[in-house]
């Protein structure tokens, strides 16, 4: 009994090694695929919404089309011209009226 309990362990082990050995952001994104594919098939086997074929294509093109569109305009609004933006509209809005930058880092906490 204890020699099957230990082979089961060792393979496991051996079956595992990689999972173990990935990093945490290698873990965590290997969750979130695993999280995901677990909702696709879940999905696939009991819609919410019985879709005819044109629908569902017409679904995953909007769908797909969004995506595209999104990681575009976030790849042309990068950090260093958001910061411009912020800084051409730094003394219009709420916190405009407080001098001290600290207490404005604190008040937008």
């Known amino acids: ?7 089961s362990i060792t393979l496991l082990e051996y079956y595992l090694s990689w999972l173990i050995k990935l990093s945490s952001g290698s873990l965590g994104s290997y969750i979130l695929i695993m999280f995901f594919l677990l909702l696709v098939v879940l999905e696939l086997n009991s819609p919410r919404e019985k879709l005819s074929i044109t629908q569902a294509q017409s679904s995953y093109q909007a769908n797909i089309k969004l995506f595209v569109f999104n990681n575009i305009v976030i790849s042309l ?12 509209y730094a003394d219009k809005g709420l916190l405009s009226t407080i001098s001290n930058p600290i207490e404005k880092a604190f008040i937008s906490f």
Not at 1 to 7: A, C, G, R, V, Y
Not at 79 to 88: D, F, G, V, Y
């Open 1 to 7: 009994m204890l020699n099957e309990l230990k082979s």
């Open 77 to 88: 609004l990068s950090i260093p011209s958001l910061l411009l933006l912020a800084s051409h």
